[in-house]
C-alpha cells in the first residue's frame, strides 16, 4: 500500500549496535554472569567492531579505545554561547526530531476533512504520548471553542436539570489519572490481512495520558440524578456530529468515569475535545466523547446513531454484536517493528507496550520465532489499571531471519489472542476490537516487515 508507507529517514530505527560473530559467540559466553555483564559486554563489542568498520571504510588504521572523534574534538555547544529562552513561549522538540509527528491515514471514515491520524508508536518512550502526538479521531473535523460560552448539562432523571460553566466544573474537587484510550477500530485493517508497513499504523489508534478532571458521579449528585432507577446514561459531544453514547450507570458509580478539562498537565488540546471530554477508562475510544455538552439520565439505552449502525460488531453468523465497549487485553512490540532496519548482527532492546480495559497488565511474554518459544519481558514501572504498560527484553540477533511477537496477561487471567483463536469465534469480516498476537518478520538483511501468521 504505497499511499501509506513513510517517507525514508522518518521512522526511528532501532539501535543502531554492530557484533561480529566473534562478538556474538563472546557474548553467549558471558551471558550466564547476569544481565548487567551481558549488555556491557554487548556494547563493548558492538563499539569495538564499529570504531574498526568505520576506520577500514576510511582506508585509516583501526583506531584504538576511546579515539571517537566526537570525543577528541570539543564539540561548538561546548564552545559558545546557547540560545536564550523560547521566544514563542511554548516549547517545541528538537529539530533532530521533527519526523516524529502523528501520520494521516486514508482509510475510515471521511469528511471534508481528514478524520485519523495515527501516533507514531515506534518513537515513544515510556507509557505517557506527548500530547501533540497523541492519535485523534474526528466525526466531524474539530473545534476551537471558546470556554467561556461553553455549557454542560445533565437532565433526564434528575431532580433538577443542572447546566455548569468551566468555571462551576473546575471550582469542583478534581482527580488526576492516568489512562489509555484506544479506539475501537485500532488494527482494523489487519482482520483483512492487509500488512500495512508500521507499527505506527496497524496499532497507532491508541495513546496515553494524565487526565484530569471531576468524576462524573459528583456531576450526577449535584443535579440530584436518580441513580436507583437510571440505568444508563447518554453522552453528547458539541461538534457537528453530535457524537452520543450510551453508559450503563453501574460504571458511572464505580468512580472512574470523570468529566476531563486537562490533559498531561495543561488544558486540553483542541483535537482532543477542548475544553471539555469524558474520560471513560477501559472502553472504546468513541465512547470518550469530546467537546462534551450534555448527560442524559435514562433507563435504558439510547441506541443512538453511533451505536446502531456504528461500532458494532458484524459475527460469523451475520448478527450484529452491539455495546462492546470493552478494550481487551493487547499488546505489540514497537521496537523491532515494521518500517525500522536492524544494520548488524547483535544484542537489541526488544521493547513495546501492552494494555487491558479490564484492569492491570499481569504479564507479557515475547516469542522471537514465530510463537514456538516464549520468554518473560520485563514491566517496567509503574504498572497502572487501564493504562498503558511498558515491556522490555534482552536480545541478541544472530542474523537469521525472527519472527517478533508479545503476548499479554492481564490481571483477571485474559491473555492476547493469536489470529487463528481470534478468527475462531469472531470470524474473518470484523473491523473492530481487534486485539491478536501482532508479528514482525526480521529478514536476513535486518529489514523488519508486517506478516500474519494463521
Known amino acids: 500500500m504505497n499511499d501509506l508507507s513513510t517517507p525514508a529517514g522518518q521512522v526511528r530505527k532501532a539501535p543502531e549496535n554492530f557484533l561480529d560473530q566473534q562478538g556474538i559467540l563472546t557474548i553467549f559466553a558471558q551471558a550466564r554472569s547476569g544481565r548487567r555483564d ?16 568505520k576506520a577500514m571504510a576510511q582506508g585509516n588504521p583501526v583506531p584504538r579505545e576511546g579515539g571517537d572523534e566526537n570525543i577528541l574534538n570539543l564539540p561548538e555547544h561546548a564552545k559558545g554561547l546557547g540560545q536564550g529562552v523560547a521566544t514563542e513561549g511554548y516549547g517545541k522538540p528538537s529539530r533532530y526530531e521533527s519526523n516524529v509527528q502523528r501520520r494521516q491515514s486514508p482509510g475510515l471514515t471521511q469528511t471534508t476533512q481528514a478524520s485519523v491520524s495515527f501516533a507514531p ?5 515510556g507509557i505517557v504520548t506527548p500530547s501533540g502526538l497523541h492519535f485523534e479521531r474526528h466525526h466531524q473535523g474539530w473545534w476551537d471553542i471558546d470556554p467561556s460560552k461553553h455549557r454542560f448539562m445533565i437532565n433526564g432523571m434528575v431532580k433538577a436539570p443542572k447546566v455548569f460553566s468551566m468555571d462551576e466544573i473546575m471550582r469542583l474537587p478534581s482527580v488526576s489519572r492516568f489512562h ?43 443535579a440530584g440524578a436518580d441513580l436507583k432507577n437510571g440505568k444508563f446514561v447518554l453522552a453528547e459531544g458539541g461538534d457537528g456530529s453530535a457524537m452520543t453514547r450510551t453508559l450503563p450507570m453501574s460504571l458511572i458509580k464505580s468512580g472512574e468515569v470523570f468529566v476531563a478539562y486537562a490533559q498531561n498537565g495543561e488544558m486540553l488540546r483542541p483535537e482532543n475535545g477542548y475544553p471539555l471530554r469524558l474520560v471513560v477508562p477501559g472502553v472504546q475510544g468513541v465512547s470518550w466523547v469530546k467537546y462534551l455538552r450534555r448527560i442524559e439520565v435514562g433507563d435504558k439505552p439510547y441506541a443512538a446513531k453511533d451505536e446502531a449502525v456504528h461500532y458494532i460488531d458484524l459475527m460469523p453468523d451475520g ?22 532496519v536492524l544494520l548488524d548482527k547483535g544484542f537489541y532492546n526488544i521493547t513495546g507496550l501492552a494494555w487491558s480495559g479490564r ?9 522471537v520465532d514465530g510463537g514456538r518459544n516464549w520468554r518473560s519481558a520485563r514491566l517496567e514501572t509503574p504498572v497502572l489499571s487501564k493504562a498503558l504498560t511498558r ?37 474473518t469480516r470484523s473491523i473492530y476490537h481487534n486485539n491478536a498476537i501482532q508479528s514482525w518478520l526480521v529478514q536476513e538483511n535486518g529489514e523488519v516487515k508486517n506478516v500474519q501468521l494463521s
Open 38 to 53: 551481558f549488555i556491557r559486554s554487548a556494547f563493548a563489542a558492538a563499539a569495538a567492531s564499529a570504531a574498526a568498520a
Open 180 to 222: 489509555f484510550i484506544e479506539c475501537g477500530a485500532n488494527t482494523a485493517v489487519e482482520w483483512g490481512n492487509v500488512a500495512v508497513p508500521t507499527v505506527q499504523y496497524t496499532h497507532g489508534m491508541i495513546s496515553c495520558s494524565e487526565f484530569t478532571g471531576v468524576p462524573l458521579i459528583t456531576l450526577l449528585e449535584i
Open 121 to 125: 508508536l515506534q518513537s515513544l518512550f
Open 359 to 367: 484492569g492491570k497488565v499481569k504479564k507479557v511474554d515475547i516469542s
Open 319 to 340: 448478527q450484529h454484536r452491539q455495546y462492546t465497549n470493552l478494550q481487551e487485553i493487547k499488546s505489540v512490540v514497537t521496537t523491532p517493528s515494521g518500517g525500522q
Open 391 to 427: 515491556f522490555n527484553l534482552d536480545w541478541v540477533w544472530d542474523g537469521k531471519p525472527a519472527i517478533l511477537q508479545s503476548r499479554a496477561t492481564d490481571e483477571t487471567g485474559h491473555v492476547q489472542p493469536t489470529y487463528k483463536q481470534l478468527r475462531a469465534t469472531r470470524g
